[in-house]
């Protein structure tokens, strides 16, 4: 899904230690509007794929 987007440059999920059912998805993006461009287009799909592994909806954040 994310694969061939305009600024996607790779992912990577990590487990916490401490909650190892707790897991943080990094998703590295050219710039924060490369991102938002493809959430108005993939928010609805992407969400429905994920949302059966979740126990909530997901916490995005944006980080440098």
Do not use: Y
């Amino acid at each position: 899904m994310l694969q061939g987007a305009k600024g996607f440059h790779g992912m990577e999920m990590r487990r916490g230690i401490e909650a190892p059912q707790r897991l943080l998805l990094f998703v590295d993006w050219g710039a924060v509007a490369d991102h938002m461009a493809w959430m108005q287009v993939n928010e609805k799909a992407f969400l429905g794929a994920v949302m059966r592994f979740l126990s909530g909806p997901p916490d995005i954040k944006h980080h440098q």
